[in-house]
């Protein structure tokens, strides 16, 4: 079993190459493009280091492997797909909630396509999920430095990128008339019932704000709405007197407004409302709290509060050995 980055990336174009020998209406095609897809990410993880690929135990025994100081008589076990796809989004910024959810739909037909008597692949026609899967593709080789046409080769690449610009089309298009709907039935109201939807939004946008939600304009009726996304990158940390200030990048993954009850998901659908820019979240906190510290009047309250109990596990203690010595 290997599990370095190069062995990784030639199986999944050879997986590659026989699901594109199959016609696009046939299981096998689906079935070909999702073995790949996994050995695709697989690549990408090891990458970064061939260890990630390795099930964790306390012994460290896959781990030994995945350096080379394995043992014949230790089976190597690797860590599930599920893993791996939490692993690209974890370690890749190209790879999004998108991809990862639309990898996991492929790849849960896999599994039940292989292990129960269902032909999964039969009932899920490519058109459902191909756009998916060439993004997904294309993401995770931008992740490694590659480039679909290295993956797919050149006329396979150019059908990909083909079918990427047909789907971003069709989502500007749906986006753009559900927001054209929304904003026609919002204008339609009584100046009054806007008026305290307005200000309804307001209030709601500046207590979902305390819960973690990013206040935007929704493009459909111009109140306040809220985004939600996903934290990436590395946390700024910085002390401001006596408080410790943490900044996070997040990308929107979700949009609501409560004015006009506009909802839109995905990457995709964000930025053509223009909601879909990074914001950053800011959260303070104390120092002993960031750093698993105690104060002083923390800690006399802790010592003032054990302290009965403390006393009587010592009497009971004494009675014990007393006991025993008659």
């Not at 893993?83 to 998108?98: I, Y």
């Not at 709601?204 to 819960?211: I, W």
């Amino acid at each position: 079993m290997s599990w370095e980055r190069d062995p990784l990336w030639a199986k999944a174009k050879l997986f590659f190459e026989r699901a594109f020998s199959k016609p696009r209406d046939e299981p096998e095609f689906g079935l070909w493009c999702s073995l790949g897809l996994e050995l695709l990410a697989r690549a990408a993880v090891a990458s970064i280091s061939p260890t990630l690929l390795a099930e964790p135990d306390k012994d460290h025994k896959f781990l030994l492997h995945a350096l080379g100081r394995g043992t014949e008589r230790d089976k190597r076990i690797s860590i599930g797909s599920a893993q791996v796809m939490q692993l690209c989004r974890t370690l890749f910024k190209e790879f999004t909630e998108d991809d990862k959810t639309s990898a996991l739909a492929l790849l849960n037909r896999r599994n039940e396509e292989l292990h129960t008597g269902a032909s999964t692949f039969a009932d899920y026609p490519a058109g459902q999920w191909l756009a998916g899967f060439y993004r997904t593709c294309g993401n995770l080789c931008a992740a490694m430095g590659e480039t679909l046409d290295n993956l797919f080769g050149q006329e396979e690449a150019n059908v990909a990128r083909e079918t990427l610009i047909e789907n971003e089309n069709d989502v500007k298009q749906r986006v753009k008339s559900q927001i054209a709907a929304y904003a026609k039935v919002f204008e339609g109201k009584p100046p009054a019932e806007r008026d305290a939807a307005k200000t309804e939004a307001e209030a709601a946008g500046a207590e979902l704000a305390k819960q973690r939600h990013h206040r935007v304009t929704c493009p459909a009726c111009k109140c306040v709405a809220t985004v939600q996304g996903m934290p990436f990158g590395k946390e700024m940390v910085a002390h401001d007197d006596d408080e410790i200030v943490i900044r996070q990048a997040v990308r929107p993954t979700s949009f609501a407004c409560a004015a006009c009850g506009l909802r839109l998901s995905g990457c995709a659908e964000l930025s053509v409302a223009g909601t879909g820019n990074q914001y950053m979240r800011t959260t303070r906190t104390t120092p002993e709290a960031f750093y698993g510290l105690y104060n002083e009047d923390d800690l006399n309250a802790q010592v003032e509060a054990r302290l009965p109990e403390a006393l009587d596990d010592y009497v009971a203690g004494q009675m014990q050995e007393y006991d025993n010595e008659g």
